[in-house]
């Protein structure tokens, strides 16, 4: 018995051997729109014999009539072929494969969205009301009442309305005259800017922090009418005479006389 399955593997390997020697080897290159590709796998079916293409895309592989070989890549579509009697008769082969393309879905990019705009709950509070009134705190219920009397200018310039309009009898009257000093600031403040700061510091020799008060200094010489008709170079003439005269400048340049002495 045990001579007979000897017998049997024997005859069994003398046949794959016999049937093997019967196979040619195909010689092949592999390409990509007539490019070598290397690193392609081929794999006869047949008899799972495989080799890889090298860097000229080139292989060699044994077959016969009939065979399938399996072509594939990672980047490229598989491809399978029949060997024929063309091919056995020139023992040679081209290959050409093609590009595996992946469609995608169709995605859009969105502009990350906060905590609060994806969970819109969190502003929805449902706990009890907390304030000064619910905790009993003293003076809950006292409104700030706004103190007018103070005034700042957007130049820098801050009055107490209650000395400066003393002598005015009636509300009336008192917000006539803050909504004319606050039309005057405005338009000193555009007269400063037009002109820049740099032309009172270097032509007047006017400090930065003293541009406001000189151009209130101005005010009496109608130096905002004449800005307002755009008659420039009588603005220049009126602040080049009164520059020569405003008192801020003699008391700075006096300090300086007195440090260098």
Do not use: W
């Not at 592999?30 to 292989?59: Q, Y």
């Not at 002109?195 to 922090?209: G, H, P, R």
């Not at 170079?233 to 340049?253: G, H, N, R, T, Y």
């Amino acid at each position: 018995m045990r001579n007979c399955i000897l017998f049997i593997l024997l005859i069994t390997f003398i046949s794959k051997t016999y049937t093997q020697s019967n196979r040619l080897e195909l010689a092949g290159i592999v390409r990509l729109d007539s490019l070598p590709i290397k690193d392609v796998h081929i794999i006869n079916l047949n008899t799972n014999i495989g080799t890889i293409s090298n860097d000229l895309g080139e292989f060699i592989i044994p077959v016969k009539l009939g065979d399938s070989l399996s072509f594939s890549h990672i980047n490229l579509k598989n491809s399978v072929i029949n060997i024929t009697k063309k091919d056995l008769k020139s023992l040679k082969i081209d290959i050409n494969l093609t590009q595996q393309i992946i469609s995608l879905k169709e995605f859009t990019l969105e502009k990350p969205r906060s905590i609060f705009e994806q969970d819109k709950d969190i502003f929805v509070y449902k706990g009890p009301v907390i304030n000064a009134a619910t905790l009993n705190l003293p003076y809950a219920n006292t409104v700030a009442k706004e103190d007018k009397a103070i005034f700042k200018f957007s130049s820098g310039g801050v009055v107490n309305l209650d000395n400066l309009i003393n002598a005015l009898n009636g509300n009336n009257r008192s917000a006539k005259l803050l909504k004319k000093i606050q039309l005057e600031d405005s338009r000193l403040s555009k007269i400063r800017k037009y002109f820049s700061d740099d032309f009172f510091i270097t032509d007047l020799q006017i400090k930065e922090e003293q541009i406001n008060p000189f151009l209130n200094y101005c005010i009496q010489q109608n130096i905002i009418y004449h800005f307002n008709k755009k008659e420039n170079l009588k603005v220049i003439a009126i602040l080049l005479k009164q520059s020569k005269s405003f008192p801020l400048k003699e008391a700075s340049d006096i300090k300086v006389t007195l440090k260098k002495d």
